[in-house]
């Protein structure tokens, strides 16, 4: 691809600077593929005028302890719309999302966020940039069927959206983190300073214009998923906890339950006892101690998640440490496709 030297501004053209966004952690293997391909959406809306020839793509390296950002420090040097940003360790994917969304929206109109491992069909982005051009702020990329997904991560994603739904959370179903957000909604986004970052139920928040644009959901291009079952459990937790207090009432309920329940089982073997009437062993007593126990335990339990958080919260730590960033020392004016 040539390489021209622009002005910085767009000056006449007022077509859109469109990033897009995509966090890496170890993937060496997909990562050429992923930049061959997201330049190619790129060129191809440039040639279409959909977009600014200063668009880019921005790799936030999360941490990686491989190849990743030598990779793309590579790539910027020969594809000069290819931008990174290292993070100065691993903080997930949500954070690295957000570093990326933060970097990139000073300098772009839309930003669109897409996994680097190339699940999501990139032939999708042009349907997002047009929606953007029809006035949506927000664009949800949902996937039109999960068949290539294993039958357990199928089964769990729809309990979860089902769950986050019933806890009156907002949020669409089978949407992932691959999404076009314009430059207003990035602008607000930064008002969310939460600690417990769940960027899927944050965006509906916001408001503003929204729409879907559907796409199929692919294997890996390469290199294995760094969502095990662990992080996917912690991730679907913290999902739920950020954004509801109903599990807290759930107990709450459940601990009165159990109290009108064992006083009306005293008060009938009491009067059971008063009427002469043979009063049952001590079992379903033992039985009825150890359950509101366990029922206490889970409300403190809880109550102590919530707490962890509200001090997490508190705290207010940086969310992420950028250690380098290739669109600080990019020469003045920038460098854009052709
Ligand atoms: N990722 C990241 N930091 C992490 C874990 C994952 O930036 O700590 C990135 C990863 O490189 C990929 C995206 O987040 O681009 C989604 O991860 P993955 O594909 O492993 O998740 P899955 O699709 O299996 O849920
Ligand atoms: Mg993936």
């Given at each position: 691809m040539n390489v021209v030297a622009t002005t910085g501004d767009k000056g006449e053209d007022d077509r859109p600077v469109l990033s897009i966004v995509a966090p890496c952690y170890n993937e060496e293997a997909v990562l050429p593929e992923t930049a061959r391909r997201l330049i190619g959406v790129l060129e191809g809306l440039v040639g279409n005028r959909?977009?600014?020839?200063q668009s880019m793509v921005l790799f936030v390296d999360d941490g990686s302890s491989d190849r990743t950002w030598e990779l793309i420090e590579n790539l910027h040097a020969t594809e000069p719309s290819v931008k990174g940003l290292k993070l100065a360790r691993n903080v997930g994917h949500q954070y690295a999302l957000l570093a990326g969304l933060h970097r990139a929206g000073c300098c772009s109109d839309c930003v669109v966020s897409i996994d680097?491992?190339?699940?999501?069909?990139?032939?999708a982005i042009e349907a997002f940039v047009k929606k953007y051009h029809e006035g949506y702020d927000v664009v949800y990329g949902v996937r039109r069927k999960r068949e290539k997904d294993s039958f357990f991560k199928r089964q769990s994603a729809q309990g979860f959206y089902r769950l986050m739904r019933r806890m009156g959370v907002d949020i669409v179903y089978d949407h992932a983190d691959y999404r076009l957000l314009s430059r207003r909604v990035l602008k607000h986004l930064e008002d969310f300073r939460e600690a417990n970052l769940f960027l899927r139920g944050i965006i509906p928040l916001i408001g503003f214009p929204s729409t879907c644009v559907y796409y199929d959901r692919m294997e890996r291009f390469a290199g294995t998923s760094k969502y095990p079952l662990k992080k996917m459990l912690a991730f679907a937790f913290d999902g739920i906890t950020s954004f509801s207090v109903k599990p807290i009432r759930v107990v709450t309920f459940l601990g009165m339950m159990m109290l009108v329940v064992s006083l009306s089982a005293g008060l009938y073997l009491a009067a059971q006892g008063l009427i002469g009437q043979p009063v049952p062993d001590g079992s379903f007593l033992m039985f009825s101690i150890w359950f509101v126990g366990g029922v206490n335990l889970l409300g403190i339990g809880l109550n102590g998640e919530y707490m962890g958080r509200i001090y997490r919260e508190v705290k207010d730590r940086p969310k992420y440490i950028v250690e380098r960033d290739l669109l600080a020392s990019e020469p003045a004016g920038g460098r854009s496709l052709p």
């Open positions: 959909l977009i600014s020839p680097a491992d190339l699940q999501d069909d990139v032939s």
